[in-house]
């Protein structure tokens, strides 16, 4: 079972579960790439497993191919800009849905105009998820956060450390 706290080891380590495949399609491949070498203690005893047991409870239905030591190409500060651009639903506002069903545990981005996001944030704001912008300001523009709080505050560290 996915977790909030799976997904919270997982942004502070600076991974990144790049391109799903298809929302219609039965199947669903998921890449994990990430720093860490194929024998690391977190590739072992968390990311591995954490994979399988996704794809046992799924019934096989999904699986996540890892790359470790950056074997995607890169630099680590580089995964970041390589998750902006993940292939999603649709639109943001489907994207905030989706945090406040909790099947995202967390959204953010970057230039996006009111009407984009105004439908989701009100939605994911109702389910309890926390909806802002950088710092203390609201969500705008210029940038969106949105997650359980928890993961927010977590989320929001991390991202303001790689400047995004």
Same mark, same amino acid.
């Given at each position: 079972m996915i977790t909030r706290r799976t997904t919270i080891?997982?942004?502070?380590? %600076?991974?990144?579960?790049? %391109?799903? *495949?298809?929302?219609?399609?039965? #199947?669903?491949?998921?890449? @994990?790439? *990430?720093?860490l070498g194929a024998n690391a203690p977190a590739q072992t005893k968390m990311l591995q497993p954490w994979a399988d047991a996704v794809a046992e409870a799924s019934g096989g239905k999904v699986h996540i191919e890892i790359f470790p030591s950056m074997t995607l190409g890169g630099r680590p500060p580089e995964l970041i800009s390589q998750v902006r651009d993940i292939r999603r639903m649709g639109t943001a506002s489907? #994207? @905030?849905?989706?945090?406040?069903s909790g099947r995202v545990n967390a959204y953010f981005e970057?230039?996006?105009?009111?009407?984009?996001?105004?439908a989701g944030a009100l939605i994911a704001q109702e389910s309890g998820a926390t909806v802002k912008g950088r710092g203390d300001n609201a969500a705008g523009e210029d940038f969106i956060l949105a997650a359980e709080p928890t993961?927010?505050? @977590?989320?929001? #560290?991390?991202?303001?450390?790689? #400047?995004?």
């Open positions: 080891a997982a942004v502070a380590l %600076g991974l990144t579960v790049l %391109g799903a *495949q298809g929302a219609l399609a039965a #199947d669903h491949e998921f890449k @994990l790439h *990430q720093f489907l #994207d @905030l849905c989706m945090v406040a970057r230039c996006l105009k009111p009407w984009d996001h105004a993961v927010a505050r @977590l989320l929001e #560290d991390v991202l303001a450390r790689l #400047d995004v």
